[in-house]
């Protein structure tokens, strides 16, 4: 048998070269810069004022309207219309008072009639655009490529299943003329050209929903939080809200640097922002669970896990970098 003394004299240089290769490999294998695939057709959205396709614009370009709105969406059929229906009452009110905006709903490769309920208020609001991506890319994917095809000088990605009300999205306003002293009615060209992230937050909720949920559930949730302050982002206690408002700078910052386009897309967005020293406020806001959760458990959960190791890792060695675009 082998000694102690002779495994730790093998053994040691051993792991020592697993590890580095571990790290090499890494380094390797990552796209410091994420490269956006785009097929040719989710370049366009049918507009039917002028009854034919038109290109999206690009988040590169000159705001042109107050507000966008990204609404990802996999297979909501069934919670899109509620959520449309609150979201354009809500903004339809607001354009009386000289709110320009549009909605921009992004299918993220779904399988049901998803793409047909958006394009019947497509066809009735031309405030409303579809884009409709060939393969599904996770909500992360879907926030992204809604968020490098807006107009506004502020964008907000709000969830499908319409959980958060959208009357709250004047608690993300007031907190974004707290941060920079004016909003996107006022001063959109300023709004633009400066950087902020509003979070909407359920965190007030918490001993709420810990009464409702399994020991499982909950072991799951604060294992995530855990993780998530443990190794990226400290500061902001809910994380996962599907209802931010960034300002046009900050967004196209943010959505060219990510990497991760799944569950945990959140969390490198504001570990990007906290990494640039972009102002994050959290804002408590209405929250309401709706069936209908794509989120799996406990596989979901571990997905999230692992793309949080990933973050911290990549960003920490250098293999993932941020490359800040020039204001425009």
């Not at 354009?95 to 299918?107: A, D, M, P």
């Not at 991760?260 to 406020?281: C, G, H, K, S």
């Not at 929250?287 to 596989?299: A, L, N, Q, V, Y």
């Not at 990933?310 to 060695?317: A, E, P």
Request: hydrophobic letters at 45%; a neutral charge; proline letters at 3%.
């Amino acid at each position: 048998m082998l000694s102690l003394g002779c495994l730790l004299y093998y053994g040691v240089p051993l792991l020592a070269f697993v590890i580095i290769l571990f790290f090499v490999i890494i380094y390797m294998t990552s796209e410091q810069y994420p490269k956006i695939w785009r097929d040719k057709n989710e370049k366009f959205f049918f507009n039917y004022e002028i009854g034919k396709k038109e290109a999206f614009p690009s988040l590169h370009d000159p705001w042109s309207v107050h507000l966008s709105v990204i609404v990802p969406a996999y297979n909501e059929e069934q919670r899109l219309p509620p959520m449309l229906d609150e979201c354009l009452e809500y903004l339809e009110k607001r354009s009386k008072s000289g709110l320009t905006y549009e909605v921009i709903v992004t299918s993220d490769g779904s399988t049901d009639k998803t793409v047909d309920v958006a394009q019947e208020y497509a066809s009735k609001y031309n405030t409303v655009r579809v884009l409709n991506l060939i393969k599904n890319r996770g909500k992360g994917g879907a926030v992204r490529l809604g968020m490098l095809s807006a107009r506004g000088s502020a964008l907000l990605f709000a969830d499908a299943d319409g959980a958060t009300k959208f009357s709250d999205l004047k608690k993300l306003d007031e907190s974004l003329i707290n941060v920079l002293g004016f909003d996107y009615m006022s001063e959109p060209e300023k709004i633009a050209l400066s950087d902020a992230v509003i979070c909407g937050s359920r965190a007030h909720l918490e001993k709420e929903e810990t009464v409702k949920r399994s020991y499982f559930r909950l072991f799951l949730m604060h294992g995530f939080h855990f993780l998530v302050w443990l190794l990226c982002v400290r500061g902001v206690r809910d994380t996962q809200c599907g209802f931010k408002l960034l300002t046009r700078k900050s967004a196209r910052t943010i959505f060219e640097a990510l990497h991760v386009e799944r569950w945990a897309f959140d969390v490198e967005m504001l570990y990007i922002a906290q990494t640039l020293n972009i102002p994050i406020t959290e804002i408590a806001v209405n929250w309401t669970e709706i069936e209908g959760s794509k989120i799996i458990p406990f596989w979901s959960w571990l997905q999230m896990g692992r793309d949080l190791f990933f973050i911290w890792l990549r960003y920490t060695i250098g293999a993932w970098k941020i490359n800040k675009p020039k204001t425009t």
